[in-house]
């Protein structure tokens, strides 16, 4: 009969106590052998879980350390070279050494898991060949086995998502990279085997993204070795994130059962699946409760979708299924004690979709039953309730939305100029600047009540005019505040904002032990009242310098957040710019006229398949220009990213018509700048000249360097001076010492034009 299946799930446990584990551990306060019994018992304390849930496939081995990514590369021997030559006592310190780095040994590179927030390790190859050098599933299938009695499920990154996510070969290698892992992948299966395994799942998420059909080609070559070598293995084939590029090729896999996502890939996957059917003869993972997302599945919605697959796929074929792995939603609703009920109770986190899982199950075996009736009604009682909440009634005004300025940027930039008069290549940085010891310590015994509103806000403006004199001694053209008074520049405007909650423990993993807490954007988002003003206004009455207003723009909020599921992404975005443009105007009318509007995740938001890229950028664009739009032609409207593949979204970047983009220039050592030239970029360009990420102290020469092969292809009107992002987590002394440096460069250069 139909089954329940999961694919994932968090590893931080429900008091983040992974998190604690590692950190100690990191510190020297833990010994290694406490530290790996911690783990162990975290370890089968989830696994614990997903058994009392009663869900019939639990996973194996997507529990890490660090990354499931770099277990992978390890597991195949792929260390990378520099990591080579020294030796480390044991592999633990190995393992955290390319994760983290050392003082003269440089980190793997991490980057972002799909389009998720969740960042992995990315295996450098350089000519090595893999090898299995243990079997680390099978070692935690016995584990779970002999622990615990569970008949796991062997979860590992399939051999063309881990050879798609690795880097150290050419492009025309990737065949033959691919090739090489068919022997290690083989043995590792075949020891599952012996030991008595019965399914493993193979994730292969780089199915869903843009890939050729060469490449899918390829996919069925290795999958029909790998049959050859395990012909009575069950291999489970799971794919995730969006609808499948090459459906008729993935289900006609020599596999014995296929994941696909019927949340994020709903429509696609459907069209599908309507169109070409599924075989009869394999099991079809039905993906149906969000993994991304922290919504209660609609009972409704799922048993119609449940009762379209039943037509093509007989029961005992279907597995019933999380999206993807529950890693990306936080642990469990326990603990939420704060939120409003109507809010929490139509909220499902990792725990509590297993629970759905088991609920689906029963609804759609026995639909009569008297409890499957009432949690069908329970489930739409929730729904309903949010859905009917104040807070998504839709207003009867809808505003007037201003997309585009009223002049051109050829009009506004002589009356900046006029204003302003501002030297050539002006100096000025990202916006915030060291979140202090201090300052945090103060923000805590406010937020306890233990000291006044009054008292709170005088330590900031004691900070803001602390900064205004450095920055003014340090000879920066435009100041800024410094966000003293923003912890996170998202949960910053979400608590000022309508439309927002925030959950006491909704902790999400986003890279090592690093984790964020998105805020949930549940209702409709509107303006209250104004966010910045206070701040911004008071440091202004402090020089004569101009200083430049600081916002988070909308699309980096929506990318940030947790998002209501029943409009679409981008109407929500439009909201945010709805309300961010009446801080804008706020700021106007008190007298600031140079505003940035950041849009730090507006990449990260593009969708996997290049061909849905064009409406995302449209839509996003869209939203930061409503946000930035109805301002004087006199308003200079900044804005700033920080990442450096820029080449393929600078037309995107154009159409945001800012009047200054900063971007990150150093780390790619000012190469993007060719992208700008070939883009014949004209309006004003801040050149993030120094990396903030590293407490090293740049030197003179290279920021000048990078200025002066910046002014070698574009005319020195256009550029800024200023870091690759804002400071707050730098030492001050870091950052006084940086930025004095970054002046004197800029001076310098300023002297030979
Ligand atoms: N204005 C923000 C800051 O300086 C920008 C941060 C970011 O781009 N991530 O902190
Ligand atoms: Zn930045």
Redesign the pocket.
């Known amino acids: 009969m139909v089954k329940t299946s999961n694919l994932g799930y968090p590893r931080i446990g429900e008091h983040r106590e992974w998190k604690k584990a590692l950190e100690n551990f990191w510190n020297g306060q833990l010994a290694p052998e406490t530290f790996l019994q911690q783990m162990k018992q975290i370890r089968l304390e989830l696994l614990q879980k997903q058994q009392q849930s009663g869900v019939d496939l639990i996973p194996i081995g997507d529990f890490s350390f660090y990354d499931h990514v770099l277990d992978t590369a390890l597991m195949f021997g792929l260390v990378p070279q520099r990591f080579q030559t020294k030796r480390f006592p044991d592999d633990l310190s190995l393992y955290f050494a390319i994760a983290r780095g050392e003082q003269d040994l440089v980190a793997s590179e991490m980057t972002k898991w799909y389009n998720t927030n969740y960042h992995y390790i990315v295996p450098e190859w350089h000519g090595q060949v893999p090898n299995l050098l243990n079997n680390r599933p099978l070692q935690l299938y016995l584990e779970a086995k002999t622990e615990l009695g569970i008949e796991g499920k062997p979860v590992i990154i399939g051999p063309f998502s881990f050879a798609k996510l690795s880097k150290g070969y050419a492009k025309e290698q990737f065949a033959e990279v691919l090739h090489s892992l068919v022997a290690p992948y083989a043995q590792l299966l075949r020891e599952l085997r012996e030991a008595g395994v019965r399914w493993v799942q193979i994730d292969e998420p780089s199915l869903v993204t843009s890939i050729t059909k060469a490449e899918m080609d390829l996919v069925s070559s290795v999958y029909q070795q790998l049959r050859n070598e395990v012909p009575d293995l069950s291999l489970f084939l799971q794919t995730y994130f969006a609808a499948v590029s090459f459906y008729e090729d993935v289900v006609a896999l020599p596999v014995d059962g296929i994941g696909l996502d019927f949340v994020a890939g709903y429509a696609g996957n459907l069209e599908h699946l309507r169109t070409c059917s599924f075989p009869r003869d394999k099991v079809l993972g039905l993906g149906l409760i969000d993994g991304r997302n922290i919504w209660k599945t609609d009972y409704q919605q799922a048993a119609e979708l449940f009762g379209e697959v039943k037509q093509w796929v007989p029961l005992e074929n279907i597995w019933l299924q999380p999206s993807c792995s529950l890693l990306h939603v936080p642990v469990s609703l326990k603990q939420e004690t704060e939120l409003a009920p109507t809010l929490k109770n139509a909220l499902a986190f990792a725990e509590e979709k297993l629970q759905e899982l088991a609920d689906l199950k029963e609804i759609f075996l026995q639909p009569e039953s008297d409890r499957s009736l009432q949690k069908r009604e329970a489930n739409k009682q929730a729904l309903q309730a949010l859905a009917q909440s104040p807070e998504r009634a839709v207003s009867p005004h809808q505003p007037a939305r201003v997309t585009k300025r009223a002049a051109a940027f050829a009009q506004r930039q002589p009356l900046h100029a006029a204003k302003w008069q501002l030297p050539i290549l002006p100096t000025t940085t990202?916006?915030?600047f060291p979140q202090t010891a201090d300052l945090r310590q103060t923000r805590r015994l406010w937020r306890q009540g233990q000291i006044t509103e009054q008292e709170y806000e005088t330590a900031i403006r004691e900070k803001i005019a602390k900064w205004i004199k450095l920055q003014e001694r340090l000879g920066l053209d435009v100041l800024v505040h410094g966000?003293f008074e923003r912890t996170d520049?998202v949960e910053f405007f979400g608590e000022k904002l309508q439309g927002f909650a925030f959950t006491r423990n909704g902790w999400v993993q986003s890279y090592g032990s690093r984790c964020v807490k998105p805020p949930i954007i549940f209702g409709n988002v509107r303006f209250v009242e104004p966010m910045t003003v206070k701040e911004t206004v008071y440091a202004q009455s402090l020089t004569e310098k101009p200083v430049k207003g600081?916002l988070t723009g909308p699309v980096t909020i929506l990318n940030w957040s947790f998002v209501r599921n029943d409009l679409p992404r981008q109407e929500i975005a439009y909201q945010i710019a709805d309300a961010l443009i009446e801080e804008v105007r706020c700021l106007e009318q008190a007298g600031i006229e140079m505003i940035?509007v950041?849009e730090?995740a507006l990449r990260e938001g593009l969708p996997l398949k290049r061909e849905e890229w064009h409406s995302y950028l449209q839509w996003a664009v869209t939203a930061f220009r409503i946000a930035t739009s109805d301002v004087a032609n006199s308003t200079q409207i900044h804005t700033?990213m920080?990442y450096s593949e820029f080449g393929d979204i600078l037309s995107a970047i154009r159409e945001l018509d800012a009047d200054v983009v900063s971007i990150e220039t150093s780390r790619s050592h000012g190469e993007l700048i060719a992208d700008f030239e070939q883009e014949q970029f004209d309006k004003g360009i801040g050149l993030g000249v120094y990396d903030i990420h590293s407490p090293r102290i740049p030197s003179e020469a290279e920021m000048e360097k990078i200025l002066e092969r910046a002014l070698s292809v574009l005319p020195a009107q256009l550029f800024w001076v200023n870091p690759d992002?804002?400071?707050?987590t730098r030492k001050e002394e870091e950052a006084i010492a940086a930025l004095e440096k970054m002046v004197r460069a800029a001076k310098k250069v300023r002297a030979k034009i």
Not at 725 to 728: A, D, I, M, Q, R
């Open positions: 990202i916006g915030s966000e520049m600081m940035q950041d730090p700033h920080c992002c804002g400071l707050k």
